[in-house]
């Protein structure tokens, strides 16, 4: 009785993976590499994390004042690509440290003026700009310890005068 070469074969894959499969992984204790080659502050504090919260952005009727609002942070393990925390050209939100030191910055969209796009006569496309009372944002940057508030300022004028400041929040 001959035997077809594709049961051999899958009989001898089948063994290699199962004795494979068996084998010691590597650990920090039973590899070529020592404890003492690990940093000594090796903690939870050397981990990358990315701070995010929704912007809560709002006007009073009658003002023309813009106030900020922060909620629902969360601190997540991770790390953001670059640029990846741009969302638009409107603000701008330095982090900062006690000292007011810059950590990081956040670019931003102003959610209350939105353009709205529509069907016009003759097949044309509308675009009306909407001014609205109340808008989200979402915001996303690579946490620092240090980080204690966000400084939030207008990004497209020379007037460097502070919209808001929001503590941080981060647990």
Known sequence: MRIPWISVTAIALMLITATGCKTAKPSVTNSAMSTAALPANNSIADKNY????????????????????????????????????????????????????????????????V??????????????????????????????????KIIIRKSDSADTSTLAIIPIQAS
């Open 50 to 113: 990315i701070l995010g919260f929704t912007m809560r952005v709002y006007r009073t009727k009658g003002d023309s004042s813009i106030y900020f609002d922060a909620q629902g942070w969360i601190k997540a393990e991770g790390k953001l690509k670059p640029k990846q925390n741009n969302n638009g050209k409107d603000f701008i939100a330095l982090f900062v440290d006690d000292n007011n030191n810059v950590l990081a910055t956040s670019m931003l969209m102003n959610p209350l003026d």
């Open 115 to 148: 353009l709205m796009e529509s069907p016009g006569e003759g097949n044309g496309l509308v675009s009306v700009k909407v001014k609205k009372d109340e808008g989200y944002v979402t915001v996303r940057v690579n946490y620092k310890a240090a980080m204690k």
